[in-house]
């Protein structure tokens, strides 16, 4: 089984649609979670951390599931600017970030 | 805002050759990182390293690869004899004391040819 795993895509969706990704972690001794975001052909950058309770940045939620080791991202009212490829990431608690394959989306006029 | 810079933007190598890629992580950064995707594939760990010396590395890193900070401020990814598969973009990034946060520079492609 994949560290990480995520749905590759692609998720195409018109503008104003609400979208949701999923992941999956096989380590049940992860500690931390991440959502990235990483445009074509540039660097990944953090979207936001993904906490126990669940946690919401404007536009965007995150949720954690521990028990069913999953984790979620929605986003609600899709721009153009949000296609990118979307990377869940988990931590060991050590000092490596695991990250999946991406899922790519793509939000179309 | 700071950011993390990486040199050379991209590098064309021939097999067996040796390739240095540079790194200026963000100054007051105490962890620093090397990762690699190959062009279409996902974001792989290569090797974290913090007071001055690695602290994880994983199983890409072989004896062919090599990091240094040599003078404080560069960090740098050295590949002895470059193979074919060596083929990727090479992100460097640090990170403070949240070790999730990490901010990537912009990569250096490597081609191997």
């Known amino acids: 089984r994949k560290e990480v795993e995520q749905d590759p895509g692609p998720f195409n969706v018109p503008e104003g649609a609400t979208v949701a990704f999923n992941c999956t972690y096989s380590n049940s001794a992860s500690q931390s979670f991440f959502w990235y975001r990483q445009d074509c052909r540039k660097e990944p950058k953090l979207l936001m951390s993904v906490y126990s309770s669940g946690n919401e940045d404007g536009r965007f939620t995150a949720q954690l599931n521990r028990a069913s080791q999953y984790i979620s991202l929605l986003i609600r009212d899709s721009k153009l600017s949000d296609s990118a490829t979307y990377l869940c990431v988990v931590n060991l608690d050590t000092d490596k970030l695991i990250f999946g394959t991406g899922t790519r989306l793509q939000v179309f006029p | 805002e700071p950011e993390v810079t990486q040199t050379p933007s991209h590098q064309v190598t021939q097999m067996g050759q040796e390739v240095i890629l540079r790194c200026v992580p963000i100054?007051?950064?105490?962890?620093f990182y090397w990762y690699r995707q190959i062009l279409g594939q996902k974001v792989e760990f290569l090797v974290s390293f913090y007071n001055n010396e690695i602290s994880e590395k994983s199983e890409i890193f072989d004896d062919q690869f090599s990091v240094e900070r040599p003078d404080g401020s560069n960090f740098t990814l050295k590949i002895r004899s470059t193979k074919l598969e060596d083929s990727a973009m090479y992100f460097c990034a640090s990170g403070g004391e949240n070790t999730g946060e990490l901010f990537f520079g912009e990569g250096s492609r490597l081609t191997v040819l």
């Open positions: 100054s007051n950064h105490l962890y």
